[in-house]
């Protein structure tokens, strides 16, 4: 598990622990028990731990996720994103090991959401172009690969990075934020994203998969959902429109995804938005 720290590695990894699996997790800047550092920057180190373990499966759910930074840093990020993760996925091939690499929603323009695998790409920012090097690249390099793509991931998680713990904490602080109502995607769990995941890995299945939330929604409605479900002031969310935000990098607005393709094969139910915050409110709350 290469990025264990992040959100979606952190669950992954603990998800995998739970199924009484073994599982080598690895961190580079923020570091947590039981993890494994591992600067994917450096390929003397990254080979040394591939031979040490020789993995049957490598996740990689690594790499810069901010899409302004990406937009601002396309050499920088694009180095981190691309150059070295795709340096990890040779490395995979060379000991035999499946990819399981972590895509987005971002790698469609957004006008026509929600998408199924088989739309054509057509990435507006450097953040999903990136992505889309990625996947291609991939697929070129080993017939033995799964691309997960998912979107708008929220959970409680270390780093407590994501749309919704950001939300929650300055709605507690009484800030008011502004939310778009024209950014459309599926906010996903991300428990229930590690379980999905993990199942499509115990079929082994192959290809690219989709994998969010069962509901299509705004952000705004997003976060007024998650002010209801943790009691937060409501009118503190403020709707506007994606050009009133002046962000760096595009957005698609209308994006999204289908996922029938993998709900034909796992049993793991993929929850809706509703039921995702409940279980956040729970883990930390207990019940009400």
Known sequence: MIGASGQVGWHLYRWLLQKQELVWGTYRSFPLPDLLVLDIADPIQAEQMMKLIQPRIVYLPVGNTNVDFCESHPAET???????LLKLASLAQKYKSKVVFFS???????QQGPYQEADPADPICEYGRQKLIVENELQQLSPDFLIIRTTVVYSWEPQAKNFICRLIARLESGEVIKVPVDQVGNPTYAPNLAEAVVELVEKDVIGIFHVVGSDHMSRYDFAQEAARVFNLNLSLVQPV???ELAQI???????????QKAEKIIQTPLMGSPAGLQRMYVDKYGSR
């Open 249 to 259: 990098a595009r957005r698609p607005l209308l994006a999204g995804l289908l996922c």
């Open 241 to 243: 429109y994606t050009v």
């Open 104 to 110: 987005s929603d971002y790698v469609f323009n957004g």
């Open 78 to 84: 694009y180095q981190t994103n691309v150059v070295n």
